[in-house]
C-alpha cells in the first residue's frame, strides 16, 4: 500500500522542516505520480502510522485537509471520471465503434484519483479464432497502457475477479460496462454475469450498465414494442428496420462511430496481474499467430473486398451474390465482434457515395433485429435494453 505521509502535505503547506526532512519535502506541489498508485491512502494530520483511524483514502482529504490545502489540477475532488471500471467482454472483441469501452474509459480517465480500466474476457478460450481476436484486442490495449484479464470461463469468475482486485489490491470496482450481445448464448452469458454480480454482499456499491449501440445499428431500443408473453416474446422485424431508418434519418444517413480510446488507466500491479493469466494461453497456432481475426486484420480485409469494387459495387450491392455478400463473407468477425454493424456500413457507404441501400443494409438490419430477439428471449423483456442504462430482468 501506498502511504502519502503528512509531511508532504505540510510541505504543500509551507511548512518549513531542516535536513533530510526538508529535502524530502522540499516539493511545493504535490507529485501527479504520488496518487496514481492502486489503494493510495494518507495519514491523519496528528497520527501514527500503525494507529486505528491513522490512515483516510485520498479522495475523503478535501473535507480532512486545512483550508490552505491546494490540490494539483486533475487531483481535485469533483468530476466523474475517477470510477473503477471493468469492461466485460462479450461478443464485441474490438476496440473501435465501441460504446461500452468508450464509456469505461471516459468514466475511468482520472487516474491521479483513482481511475482505471480493465478487461476482462470470461468465455472459453478453445476456438483459436477467438484467441486470435483475443490477442488482437489485448496488443491494442498494451498500446494505450491497458491489460487484458483473461478469467475461467465459468458464472463465478467475474464476482471472483472483483474480490481478488479488493482485496489483493485495494481496488473497489464500482462500474462495470459491457455492449449487450448479439446471439441467445451471448445473451445468456449475459445473464448468468449479471446474476452473479448481483449476488455479491456489496452489489449495491457497483453498476452494471449495458449499451446496445456497440453491437446493433440503434443507439437504444427507440420504443419498440414486444409480445412479452412466455408462450410467444415476440419481435417485429418491421419495428426494427423503421426504428433503423428513423434514426439515420436523425442523422442525416450518415453512419458515425467512436474512435478508439487514446489512453486507458490501468495500475501496474494490475496489468502485471492480468499478463499472468495468459501464461500458458496456446497461441502458437497460425490463425493466432497471425491475427486473422483482429480487429486491424479484419478492417483492412473488409476495406480490400470493397474499394476495388466501386465502379460496380452500387448495383451489385443490390443482391446477393458472390463475394460482395459482406455479412457472410465477415460473419465470424461479426459474431465475434471484431468489427461492427456500423463499421460494415460506413465501408460500404464511402464506396457508394453515401449510399446506404442494398443488401448489407439489410443484413445489418437482421443481425440488429436478432440481438433484440436473443434479449427478448433470455431476459424476457426488452424494458432494460437501452444504452447506458442497468439491465432490468423480467
Known amino acids: 500500500m501506498f502511504v502519502l505521509n503528512t509531511y508532504a502535505l505540510q510541505a504543500r503547506q509551507g511548512v518549513r522542516r531542516s535536513g533530510a526532512s526538508r529535502r524530502a519535502c522540499s516539493s511545493r506541489v504535490l507529485p501527479r505520480a504520488w496518487f496514481a498508485p492502486l489503494g493510495a491512502v494518507a495519514v491523519r494530520p496528528g497520527s501514527a502510522l500503525g494507529s486505528p483511524g491513522a490512515t483516510v483514502q485520498l479522495g475523503a482529504w478535501p473535507g480532512l485537509a486545512s483550508a490552505g490545502l491546494q490540490w494539483p489540477p486533475g487531483v481535485a475532488a469533483g468530476g466523474d471520471a475517477h470510477h473503477r471500471v471493468v469492461w466485460w467482454i462479450n461478443e464485441d472483441m474490438r476496440l473501435q465503434d465501441n460504446e461500452a469501452l468508450a464509456a469505461g474509459a471516459a468514466a475511468s480517465a482520472n487516474a491521479a484519483r483513482g481511475g482505471m480500466l480493465l478487461a476482462v474476457y470470461t468465455g472459453s478460450v478453445q476456438k483459436s479464432e477467438v484467441r486470435s481476436a483475443l490477442a488482437a484486442v489485448r496488443r491494442s490495449l498494451q498500446e494505450r497502457g491497458g491489460e487484458l484479464w483473461i478469467a475461467d470461463p465459468q458464472p463465478q469468475a467475474l464476482p471472483a475477479l472483483l474480490m481478488q482486485l479488493r482485496e489483493a489490491f485495494q481496488v473497489q470496482v464500482d462500474r462495470i460496462v459491457y455492449n449487450h450481445a448479439m446471439t441467445v448464448e451471448g445473451a445468456r452469458a449475459e445473464r448468468a454475469m449479471l446474476e452473479a454480480v448481483r449476488a455479491m454482499p456489496d452489489s449495491g456499491q457497483r453498476e452494471c450498465i449495458g449499451y446496445l449501440g456497440g453491437n446493433t445499428l440503434l443507439n437504444d431500443r427507440a420504443g419498440l414494442e414486444a409480445d412479452t408473453s412466455e408462450a410467444r416474446r415476440a419481435l417485429s422485424f418491421v419495428q426494427v428496420c423503421r426504428a433503423v431508418r428513423e434514426q439515420l434519418e436523425l442523422r442525416g444517413h450518415q453512419v458515425e462511430w467512436q474512435a478508439a480510446p487514446e489512453r486507458i488507466s490501468c495500475a501496474e500491479a494490475v496489468r502485471e496481474a492480468a499478463a499472468a493469466t495468459w501464461n500458458g494461453m496456446p497461441l502458437s497456432d497460425a490463425a493466432a499467430v497471425s491475427g486473422a481475426l483482429g ?100
Open 295 to 394: 480487429e486491424a486484420q479484419v478492417l483492412q480485409q473488409l476495406q480490400t473486398a470493397v474499394q476495388p469494387q466501386m465502379e460496380s459495387l452500387t448495383q451489385r450491392l443490390l443482391c446477393r451474390g458472390g463475394e460482395m455478400d459482406l455479412a457472410l463473407r465477415f460473419k465470424r468477425a461479426l459474431d465475434l465482434g471484431c468489427v461492427s454493424a456500423r463499421q460494415m456500413l460506413a465501408q460500404v457507404a464511402s464506396a457508394c457515395n453515401g449510399r446506404l441501400e442494398g443488401y448489407t443494409l439489410s443484413e445489418m438490419m437482421w443481425r440488429t433485429y436478432w440481438a433484440l430477439h436473443a434479449h427478448l428471449k433470455v431476459f424476457g423483456s426488452l424494458t432494460g435494453i437501452q444504452s447506458g442504462k442497468v439491465v432490468a430482468f423480467a
